[in-house]
């Protein structure tokens, strides 16, 4: 029979932000009815939730045969969590004293126990020993938490013993310890981790995968190559008195000697330069600098620099001077020097060192093996697929093996005495160039959360076939009759939202734009609603979709297919035939799509005069009026930048690409967005009057003026003035910009202008002042997403905030929580940033599988001027890629001189600068197992020495070039 004892006060003593102690009282009540998860167990009443196998890890492990589970101290959990995400590692206890000891050391090895205890796939189990009545330890005056926590570890082994004594056979619980000074103080079957690891029968050895205990040379024999970090007191001391800064960590993706670190309050981010300023900082670390006196302040070196390291860096020892490693080092302090050149004073910016390390954000990453150096060693050198993160040495026993991998490695530390972070080995994806493997690494890389939906999640669904009630009908607007249709990408599955135009018996127009209604189905809180909030936001690849909702909705019972009866959320607006908004309505709606076509469709539909059905007039009058809400806003200064997008044609039967060009951008499209926009900022409007505190809205906030110089200085390199004071200013100056006989200038221009924008970010009303909510790119004060609910969660939300305006729905808890929705915010914002920095590296990837074994001769544009590169546009292909000036080996570095105010680079007669054309030669570099790269060549102008023949290859054919015009955010 279950019970429950009294409250037991437990008191803590915990720091606040503010440097003071504060005392915690807290009340638990301990039960005896907390099911134990095991499948062994005779006593616990019949659970869904039993996770642990009846007979555990049977002859598993060599030094202890029994059937057993294993329990992790918090240490384990903290430096081994690849270890217990391995496959072959099951029937694992967390018990609760741990997770929250966890959750005390490492947030980020928190979050991924969380994440494989929510994995129902994982024999593991999560035991409240905290809570129940017979586990439960008081703590003893004078006892460290540590202590307590492992007599609670012990104490819930013995139960769970006791407890399955009874079952056949019965399994015991072995305790994993990260290092052995804890097993003399453990009375109960315990060993070491590696102890345990190195005995296991596995397919394969995973004594790899543990993180080695710490590799600090003796302090007395190191060479440091590195200052030391400051300790945590003094970093708070300084912080207090304005003496160091605190802020995040942003590595150079050009060059591994350069990083930024953005500071809350300053304005400009601070410059880091040069690996002892660096001070073994990683993309993503929060750090404590010191900013240097204004004197020496730098500017960005317009280096590109990859990191090379010295064969003693890869041993980890040392090693004899060699004309390899000198050279290696040379060119490091070259190019240091380089980088510490006078600038002009307003040129320069804040510029300091990293004093110390405040939080760690390491995670897992994925990359490659450099052959060994030496045929004996087990050392090597990692190199990330992502460039902003530095080489790491890794020890593996299997390193033969792995040549040629896709491989995960995990930073353990970054000793001073340890020119690179050294890390282990994780897992193996596959091989190097294989596509299936790629593409893996580009999911992990970007943290897309790319698993299966779980059964909690698949239960959340409605049961097939789906009905239509007539009840359900009569809560909402019937449109059904209305001629209706989409428009979209061709192929596009996950409808979202659909449209129809109609004459007024007063002459007037009514405009509707209607919008799956997923928050019918994804209701607040449940398992798919939790798991759509995670996920954030569907992802595109060039060869697959991510979904954030199975596929049962995003396909289907959400999608607005033609000819079926869908739910909508519809804003429908009454306008005069020159689109003055006379008023605008919300209501829950049914629909019928008459037609699902694509922008191609649609815009044969438009341009044919012979068709005169109800579709193709409302087509016709929808993109009337779609040029008049377009013109409306480019005079309210609304921008229309640029960005090269590409298009694929993939093979059927390979997947891979076998044609690659810029997509081709109709009036449909301009269409579709104008209507979306319209949509956005009247729902916007809608959720804000009602909800002005909690409404989830979008903001883009205007640039820094000085982010323009790069543009106006281009535009000024060809006599051109751009003014850039504010939205409308930039929007007519950039429309007057052309050059004759240079049709693809302006886009140039534009696409220069995009890259000095801000990102546009989600937010909570209650947290930014009204006169920040503005939405500079669209020129409008107030704006959301509300179109695409398939595909956003940002849209779900804004979904129940409308219909709770329209008392359609409810509202609940969390949805009227500021913390909650600023937290929310927070996450789709990550999220979405990631979605599509993985859709612009899948681009890559397929650009690379095009070109490989291929060597095609095409027209390009300068887009920046480096001090040892250039970066170019190819337009026909939408593709970017930088030409090395100087090369590493000095016998092909033909001298060319940079000039840093006229932003040029000059070698005989021929001198670049940015628009400039020349002709460029692209293949894949395939020499390098860790980076298959994109090669960019200049053919023309001809200069000797440096250009490369002409190809003989026939270029595959593709779209004219076109320009992909960004109004925002639609």
């Not at 129902?120 to 809570?131: G, L, W």
């Not at 009058?621 to 779609?626: F, M, Q, V, Y």
């Not at 229309?640 to 044609?659: C, K, M, Q, Y």
């Amino acid at each position: 029979m279950a019970c429950r004892d009294p409250a037991r006060q437990l008191i803590s003593i915990r720091r606040t932000n503010d440097g003071n102690v504060q005392r915690v009282v807290r009340e638990r009540y301990l039960r005896n009815d907390i099911a134990c998860g095991s499948a062994a167990c005779r006593v616990c009443p019949p659970s869904a939730n039993v996770r642990l196998q009846a007979k555990p890890n049977e002859g598993l492990c060599g030094k202890f045969p029994a059937n057993h589970y294993i329990a992790p101290n918090a240490e384990v959990v903290v430096n081994q969590i690849a270890l217990l995400e391995h496959p072959e590692i099951k029937n694992i206890l967390i018990f609760s004293t741990v997770a929250d000891e966890v959750e005390q050391l490492s947030l980020p090895a928190f979050e991924r126990l969380k994440t494989l205890c929510a994995n129902t796939t994982k024999s593991i189990s999560c035991f409240a020993n905290e809570f129940h009545r017979d586990t439960f330890v008081e703590r003893n005056p004078k006892e460290s938490k540590e202590s307590r926590n492992l007599r609670s570890l012990v104490v819930a082994s013995k139960w769970y013993v006791e407890h399955l004594k009874h079952a056949q056979p019965s399994p015991a619980v072995l305790i994993l310890t990260n290092t052995d000074k804890d097993l003399a103080l453990i009375d109960a079957p315990a060993m070491t981790v590696f102890d345990y690891v190195g005995a296991l029968k596995t397919s394969e050895p995973l004594l790899d995968v543990l993180a080695k205990p710490s590799t600090l040379e003796d302090l007395k024999t190191s060479t440091f190559h590195y200052p030391p970090h400051l300790k945590p007191s003094v970093i708070q001391a300084g912080l207090k008195s304005a003496k160091y800064f605190q802020g995040k960590f942003h590595a150079s993706r050009e060059n591994y000697l350069e990083a930024t670190v953005s500071v809350e309050g300053l304005d400009k981010s601070v410059l880091i330069q040069g690996h002892v300023s660096l001070n073994r900082a990683v993309n993503e670390d929060i750090v404590a600098i010191e900013i240097f006196p204004e004197d020496k302040w730098s500017a960005p070196s317009n280096l590109v620099l990859e990191e090379e390291p010295d064969v003693d860096a890869a041993s980890g020892e040392a090693s004899e001077e060699n004309e390899e490693n000198e050279k290696s080092r040379q060119l490091k302090d070259d190019m240091e020097k380089k980088m510490q050149q006078k600038v002009a004073k307003k040129d320069k910016q804040p510029t300091g060192k990293v004093v110390g390390i405040i939080k760690r954000n390491w995670r897992t990453y994925c990359g490659v093996l450099r052959p060994k150096t030496s045929k004996t060693s087990t050392r090597y050198v990692f190199v990330p697929a992502d460039r902003k993160i530095p080489l790491v040495r890794v020890e593996t026993q299997q390193g033969d093996l792995l040549q040629g991998k896709r491989i995960v490695v995990a930073i353990d530390e970054w000793p001073r005495s340890s020119k690179l972070p050294i890390g282990h080995y994780v897992k193996r994806l596959g091989e190097v160039g294989d596509k299936n493997a790629e593409n893996e690494v580009l999911l992990l890389e970007h943290d897309v959360q790319h698993d299966k939906f779980s059964d909690a999640v698949l239960a959340c669904l409605p049961t097939m076939p789906w009905i239509l009630t007539d009840e359900e009908v009569k809560k909402r607007t019937d449109f059904r009759h209305l001629a209706i249709c989409s428009v979209d990408p061709p192929g596009c599955t996950d409808i979202d939202d659909a449209l129809h135009y109609r004459v007024l018996p007063n002459g007037n127009i009514e405009v509707g734009v209607h919008i799956a209604d997923v928050t019918h189905f994804v209701r607040p809180g449940n398992a798919m609603d939790q798991e759509a909030a995670s996920r954030g936001t569907t992802v595109y690849l060039v060869d697959q979709r991510i979904d954030m909702l199975p596929g049962l909705l995003s396909g289907n019972l959400c999608s607005l297919r033609g000819g079926e009866e869908r739910l909508a959320m519809s804003s429908v607006w009454e306008m005069t035939q020159t689109a003055e908004i006379l008023n605008v309505t919300f209501s829950k709606s049914v629909i019928r799509s008459r037609a699902a076509l694509t922008y191609g469709e649609a815009q044969m539909r438009i341009d044919d005069a012979s068709l005169t059905d109800e579709v193709t007039v409302g087509l016709r009058g929808l993109n009337r009026l779609a040029k008049i809400l377009r013109a409306r806003r480019k005079l309210n200064g609304a921008l229309f930048l640029a960005s090269p997008e590409v298009r694929f044609n993939i093979d059927s039967e390979t997947h891979d690409p076998i044609d690659v060009q810029t997509k081709e951008l109709k009036e449909t499209n301009f269409m579709v967005e104008e209507f979306m926009l319209l949509a956005n900022i009247s729902v916007a409007e809608k959720i804000h009057k009602e909800f002005p505190e909690y409404a989830l809205l979008r903001r883009h906030p205007a640039p820094p003026l000085s982010s323009y110089d790069p543009v106006l200085k281009a535009a000024q390199s060809k006599h051109l003035d751009l003014t850039a004071k504010d939205g409308k200013s930039l929007s007519d100056s950039l429309e007057k910009a052309y050059i004759p006989g240079q049709p693809y200038f302006n886009t140039m221009l534009r696409i220069l202008t995009t890259r000095c924008m801000m990102q546009a970010v989600y937010f909570c009303s209650g947290t930014v002042e009204y006169h920040d909510y503005q939405h500079y790119g669209l020129a409008t004060p107030i704006y959301t997403h509300f179109t695409s609910p398939i595909r956003r969660y940002a849209d779900v939300m804004v979904h129940r905030f409308l219909a709770a305006a329209i008392s359609k729905d409810v509202t609940y808890p969390e949805l009227l929580d500021r913390k909650v929705m600023d937290k929310v915010c927070q996450n789709i914002n990550y999220r979405h940033r990631m979605a599509q920095y993985a859709g612009r590296a899948s681009v890559s990837l397929h650009t690379q599988l095009f070109f490989r074994n291929r060597k095609v001769d095409e027209e390009a544009y300068v887009l920046f001027v480096r001090k040892n590169a250039l970066q170019v546009l190819i337009p026909k292909y939408g593709l970017e890629g930088t030409i090395m000036l100087s090369a590493k080996n000095d016998k092909t570095d033909i001298g060319f001189k940079f000039d840093q105010e006229d932003q040029s680079q000059t070698t005989g007669s021929v001198t670049f600068r940015t628009f400039d054309r020349l002709v460029v030669q692209i293949s894949v570099d395939q020499s390098s197992l860790q980076h298959h790269r994109l090669v960019v060549n200049v053919v023309e102008p001809i200069i000797p020495g440096f250009s490369v023949t002409p190809s003989t290859e026939t270029a595959p054919v593709g779209a004219p070039p076109k320009m992909r015009k960004i109004a925002g955010d639609a």
